[in-house]
DNA sequence: CGATTGGTTAAGCATATGCCTAACTAATCG
DNA sequence: CGATTAGTTAGGCATATGCTTAACCAATCG
Protein backbone atom coordinates (compact mmCIF):
# COMPACT_ATOMS: atom_id res chain seq x y z
CA UNK A 1 0.00 0.00 0.00
CA UNK A 2 1.40 3.41 -1.59
CA UNK A 3 1.41 6.16 0.11
CA UNK A 4 -0.32 8.60 -2.16
CA UNK A 5 -0.09 11.89 -0.80
CA UNK A 6 0.44 12.06 2.91
CA UNK A 7 -0.61 14.98 4.91
CA UNK A 8 1.62 18.25 4.75
CA UNK A 9 2.09 17.52 8.63
CA UNK A 10 3.29 14.75 8.23
CA UNK A 11 6.36 15.81 5.39
CA UNK A 12 7.16 18.32 7.95
CA UNK A 13 7.32 15.37 10.00
CA UNK A 14 9.46 13.45 8.02
CA UNK A 15 12.31 16.36 7.60
CA UNK A 16 12.03 17.12 11.10
CA UNK A 17 14.84 15.42 12.28
CA UNK A 18 18.53 15.76 11.27
CA UNK A 19 19.42 12.59 10.18
CA UNK A 20 16.33 11.84 7.91
CA UNK A 21 17.24 15.63 6.54
CA UNK A 22 21.18 15.12 6.01
CA UNK A 23 19.33 11.82 3.84
CA UNK A 24 17.43 14.07 1.90
CA UNK A 25 20.17 16.60 0.94
CA UNK A 26 22.17 12.98 0.18
CA UNK A 27 19.65 11.65 -1.79
CA UNK A 28 19.38 15.34 -3.62
CA UNK A 29 22.88 14.77 -4.96
CA UNK A 30 21.85 11.45 -6.39
CA UNK A 31 20.17 8.36 -5.46
CA UNK A 32 21.93 5.47 -3.52
CA UNK A 33 21.72 1.99 -1.98
CA UNK A 34 20.59 1.88 1.74
CA UNK A 35 24.34 1.00 2.89
CA UNK A 36 25.76 3.82 0.86
CA UNK A 37 23.25 6.23 2.91
CA UNK A 38 24.09 4.67 6.31
CA UNK A 39 27.89 5.08 5.94
CA UNK A 40 28.17 8.32 6.75
CA UNK A 41 25.75 8.08 9.55
CA UNK A 42 26.49 7.35 12.91
CA UNK A 43 24.18 4.85 13.44
CA UNK A 44 23.34 1.09 12.83
CA UNK A 45 21.88 -0.04 9.99
CA UNK A 46 18.58 -0.50 11.20
CA UNK A 47 18.20 2.88 12.75
CA UNK A 48 18.85 3.83 9.29
CA UNK A 49 16.22 1.63 7.82
CA UNK A 50 13.64 2.94 10.21
CA UNK A 51 14.72 6.62 9.12
CA UNK A 52 14.05 5.88 5.66
CA UNK A 53 10.99 4.01 6.06
CA UNK A 54 9.17 6.99 7.60
CA UNK A 55 10.86 9.30 4.84
CA UNK A 56 9.26 6.58 2.56
CA UNK A 57 6.25 7.20 4.28
CA UNK A 58 6.14 10.96 4.11
CA UNK A 59 6.55 10.02 0.17
CA UNK A 60 9.77 12.19 0.09
CA UNK A 61 11.53 9.33 -1.05
CA UNK A 62 11.18 6.20 -3.23
CA UNK A 63 12.89 2.39 -3.55
CA UNK A 64 12.93 -0.29 -5.29
CA UNK A 65 14.80 -3.57 -4.69
CA UNK A 66 16.97 -5.46 -7.12
CA UNK A 67 18.20 -8.64 -5.97
CA UNK A 68 19.82 -7.85 -2.58
CA UNK A 69 20.06 -4.05 -3.20
CA UNK A 70 17.78 -1.37 -2.28
CA UNK A 71 18.25 1.69 -4.42
CA UNK A 72 16.71 4.90 -3.03
CA UNK A 73 15.74 8.23 -4.69
CA UNK A 74 14.54 11.22 -3.79
CA UNK A 75 10.76 11.72 -4.57
CA UNK A 76 10.56 15.64 -5.56
CA UNK A 77 6.88 16.07 -5.95
CA UNK A 78 6.41 16.23 -2.24
CA UNK A 79 8.91 18.60 -2.28
CA UNK A 80 6.45 20.70 -4.66
CA UNK A 81 3.54 20.05 -1.80
CA UNK A 82 5.54 21.88 0.45
CA UNK A 83 6.82 24.34 -1.77
CA UNK A 84 2.57 25.29 -3.13
CA UNK A 85 2.37 25.45 0.75
CA UNK A 86 4.47 28.06 1.62
CA UNK A 87 3.94 29.86 -1.66
CA UNK A 88 -0.12 29.25 -0.50
CA UNK A 89 1.13 31.50 3.30
CA UNK A 90 3.31 33.79 1.37
CA UNK A 91 0.37 35.01 -0.52
CA UNK A 92 -1.80 35.04 1.95
CA UNK A 93 0.00 37.22 4.11
CA UNK A 94 1.57 39.38 1.73
CA UNK A 95 -2.19 39.91 0.37
CA UNK A 96 -2.44 42.36 3.74
CA UNK A 97 -1.30 45.78 3.04
CA UNK A 98 0.60 46.26 5.91
CA UNK A 99 1.41 43.35 8.47
CA UNK A 100 3.31 45.42 10.64
CA UNK A 101 0.55 47.91 11.07
CA UNK A 102 -2.02 45.25 11.73
CA UNK A 103 0.43 44.19 14.19
CA UNK A 104 0.67 47.02 15.98
CA UNK A 105 -2.82 47.50 15.36
CA UNK A 106 -4.03 44.49 17.03
CA UNK A 107 -0.82 45.23 19.90
CA UNK A 108 -2.05 48.42 20.74
CA UNK A 109 -5.78 48.04 20.48
CA UNK A 110 -6.11 48.16 24.56
CA UNK A 111 -3.94 51.17 24.42
CA UNK A 112 -6.71 54.02 23.19
CA UNK B 1 17.69 34.50 25.51
CA UNK B 2 16.14 34.84 22.14
CA UNK B 3 16.83 32.10 19.37
CA UNK B 4 18.48 34.05 16.94
CA UNK B 5 18.13 31.40 14.07
CA UNK B 6 16.99 27.99 15.22
CA UNK B 7 18.36 24.89 12.81
CA UNK B 8 16.30 24.40 10.14
CA UNK B 9 15.28 20.89 11.37
CA UNK B 10 14.08 22.65 14.59
CA UNK B 11 11.61 24.74 11.81
CA UNK B 12 10.43 21.15 10.43
CA UNK B 13 9.85 20.23 13.73
CA UNK B 14 7.89 23.42 15.07
CA UNK B 15 5.88 22.73 11.59
CA UNK B 16 5.47 18.76 12.30
CA UNK B 17 2.48 18.81 14.08
CA UNK B 18 -1.24 19.66 13.06
CA UNK B 19 -2.29 21.79 15.24
CA UNK B 20 1.02 23.85 15.15
CA UNK B 21 0.58 24.00 11.45
CA UNK B 22 -3.17 25.38 11.96
CA UNK B 23 -1.74 28.07 14.13
CA UNK B 24 0.80 29.00 11.89
CA UNK B 25 -1.81 29.36 8.96
CA UNK B 26 -4.40 31.32 11.42
CA UNK B 27 -1.40 33.57 12.31
CA UNK B 28 -1.05 34.33 8.21
CA UNK B 29 -4.28 35.64 8.22
CA UNK B 30 -3.23 38.28 10.76
CA UNK B 31 -1.98 38.55 14.24
CA UNK B 32 -4.11 37.62 17.17
CA UNK B 33 -3.92 36.92 21.26
CA UNK B 34 -3.36 33.94 22.66
CA UNK B 35 -7.14 33.17 23.73
CA UNK B 36 -8.14 34.45 20.06
CA UNK B 37 -5.68 31.57 18.69
CA UNK B 38 -6.88 28.91 21.29
CA UNK B 39 -10.93 28.81 20.99
CA UNK B 40 -11.06 26.75 17.75
CA UNK B 41 -8.90 24.21 19.05
CA UNK B 42 -10.14 21.56 20.47
CA UNK B 43 -7.88 21.50 23.67
CA UNK B 44 -6.88 23.89 26.80
CA UNK B 45 -5.19 26.80 26.91
CA UNK B 46 -1.89 25.23 28.42
CA UNK B 47 -1.65 23.07 25.68
CA UNK B 48 -1.92 25.56 23.23
CA UNK B 49 0.41 27.77 24.97
CA UNK B 50 3.03 24.65 24.85
CA UNK B 51 2.71 24.89 20.85
CA UNK B 52 2.93 28.72 20.88
CA UNK B 53 6.59 28.71 23.25
CA UNK B 54 7.14 25.96 20.03
CA UNK B 55 6.50 28.10 17.34
CA UNK B 56 8.40 30.78 19.01
CA UNK B 57 11.48 28.73 19.93
CA UNK B 58 11.48 27.63 15.90
CA UNK B 59 11.16 31.42 14.94
CA UNK B 60 7.82 31.18 13.33
CA UNK B 61 6.20 33.66 15.56
CA UNK B 62 7.09 36.51 18.08
CA UNK B 63 4.77 37.52 20.81
CA UNK B 64 4.69 40.54 22.99
CA UNK B 65 2.34 41.40 26.18
CA UNK B 66 0.56 44.26 26.77
CA UNK B 67 -1.06 44.24 29.97
CA UNK B 68 -2.50 40.84 30.42
CA UNK B 69 -3.07 40.14 26.51
CA UNK B 70 -0.30 38.30 25.12
CA UNK B 71 -0.43 39.11 21.07
CA UNK B 72 0.78 36.34 18.33
CA UNK B 73 2.01 37.53 14.98
CA UNK B 74 4.04 35.50 12.15
CA UNK B 75 8.01 35.73 11.91
CA UNK B 76 8.00 35.40 8.31
CA UNK B 77 12.13 35.22 8.47
CA UNK B 78 11.68 31.80 9.24
CA UNK B 79 9.56 30.63 6.62
CA UNK B 80 11.94 32.84 4.21
CA UNK B 81 14.36 30.24 5.58
CA UNK B 82 12.63 26.90 4.81
CA UNK B 83 12.07 28.36 1.26
CA UNK B 84 15.65 29.35 0.63
CA UNK B 85 16.43 25.59 1.85
CA UNK B 86 14.04 24.67 -0.74
CA UNK B 87 15.28 26.29 -3.62
CA UNK B 88 18.92 25.19 -2.68
CA UNK B 89 17.48 21.72 -2.87
CA UNK B 90 15.76 21.80 -5.98
CA UNK B 91 18.65 23.58 -7.75
CA UNK B 92 20.83 20.61 -6.57
CA UNK B 93 18.82 17.97 -8.31
CA UNK B 94 17.41 20.24 -11.24
CA UNK B 95 21.23 20.33 -12.26
CA UNK B 96 21.18 16.52 -12.77
CA UNK B 97 21.25 16.49 -16.34
CA UNK B 98 18.50 13.52 -16.34
CA UNK B 99 17.61 12.47 -12.69
CA UNK B 100 15.68 9.73 -13.84
CA UNK B 101 18.39 7.72 -15.98
CA UNK B 102 20.75 8.33 -13.00
CA UNK B 103 18.43 6.50 -10.78
CA UNK B 104 17.85 3.55 -13.22
CA UNK B 105 21.84 3.73 -13.54
CA UNK B 106 22.16 3.54 -10.11
CA UNK B 107 19.03 0.26 -10.13
CA UNK B 108 20.84 -1.25 -12.87
CA UNK B 109 24.39 -1.23 -12.26
CA UNK B 110 24.33 -4.67 -11.44
CA UNK B 111 22.36 -5.58 -14.27
CA UNK B 112 24.99 -5.81 -17.12
C1' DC C 1 -10.74 46.15 47.83
C1' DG C 2 -12.77 41.80 45.75
C1' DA C 3 -14.11 39.38 41.51
C1' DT C 4 -13.02 38.41 36.90
C1' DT C 5 -10.19 37.77 32.93
C1' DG C 6 -5.97 36.36 30.41
C1' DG C 7 -2.17 33.96 30.84
C1' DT C 8 1.36 31.07 33.02
C1' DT C 9 3.63 27.34 35.82
C1' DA C 10 3.91 22.78 37.67
C1' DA C 11 3.25 18.01 37.91
C1' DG C 12 1.90 13.91 35.99
C1' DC C 13 0.64 10.57 32.51
C1' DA C 14 0.15 7.93 28.07
C1' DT C 15 2.08 7.46 23.84
C1' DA C 16 5.54 8.15 20.25
C1' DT C 17 10.37 8.40 18.77
C1' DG C 18 15.07 7.15 18.08
C1' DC C 19 18.30 4.11 19.00
C1' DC C 20 20.40 -0.44 20.01
C1' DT C 21 21.37 -5.57 19.79
C1' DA C 22 20.22 -10.13 18.35
C1' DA C 23 18.30 -13.02 15.17
C1' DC C 24 16.75 -14.03 10.53
C1' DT C 25 16.08 -14.02 5.24
C1' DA C 26 17.61 -13.65 0.66
C1' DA C 27 20.98 -13.10 -2.98
C1' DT C 28 25.61 -13.74 -4.53
C1' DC C 29 30.38 -15.56 -4.46
C1' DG C 30 33.86 -19.65 -4.38
C1' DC D 1 26.69 -26.37 -0.84
C1' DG D 2 28.83 -23.03 2.69
C1' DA D 3 30.27 -18.23 3.55
C1' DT D 4 29.45 -13.50 2.73
C1' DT D 5 26.86 -9.51 1.91
C1' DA D 6 22.64 -6.47 2.03
C1' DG D 7 18.82 -5.77 4.17
C1' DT D 8 14.98 -6.72 7.40
C1' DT D 9 12.29 -7.93 11.68
C1' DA D 10 11.67 -8.10 16.61
C1' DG D 11 12.10 -6.66 21.13
C1' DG D 12 13.44 -3.49 24.37
C1' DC D 13 14.86 0.78 26.54
C1' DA D 14 15.48 5.85 27.48
C1' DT D 15 13.84 10.09 26.33
C1' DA D 16 10.68 13.39 24.15
C1' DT D 17 5.94 14.95 23.09
C1' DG D 18 1.22 16.29 23.67
C1' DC D 19 -2.16 16.69 26.73
C1' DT D 20 -4.58 17.25 31.18
C1' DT D 21 -5.80 19.32 35.73
C1' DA D 22 -4.80 22.26 39.65
C1' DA D 23 -2.81 26.17 41.36
C1' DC D 24 -1.09 30.78 40.78
C1' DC D 25 -0.05 35.74 39.21
C1' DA D 26 -1.16 40.10 37.20
C1' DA D 27 -4.17 43.45 35.08
C1' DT D 28 -8.75 45.30 34.77
C1' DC D 29 -13.57 46.08 36.23
C1' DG D 30 -17.32 47.45 39.67
Chains 1, 2 share one sequence.
Do not use: I
Not at 22 to 34: C, D, I, Q, T, Y
Not at 38 to 63: F, I
Amino acid sequence: MLNQSPSLDRVFHALADPTRLALVERLGRGAAPVSALAEPLAMSLPAVLQHLNVLEGAGLVRSEKRGRVRTCALQTEALDRLDAWLAAQRSEWEQRLDRLTAYLDALGDADA
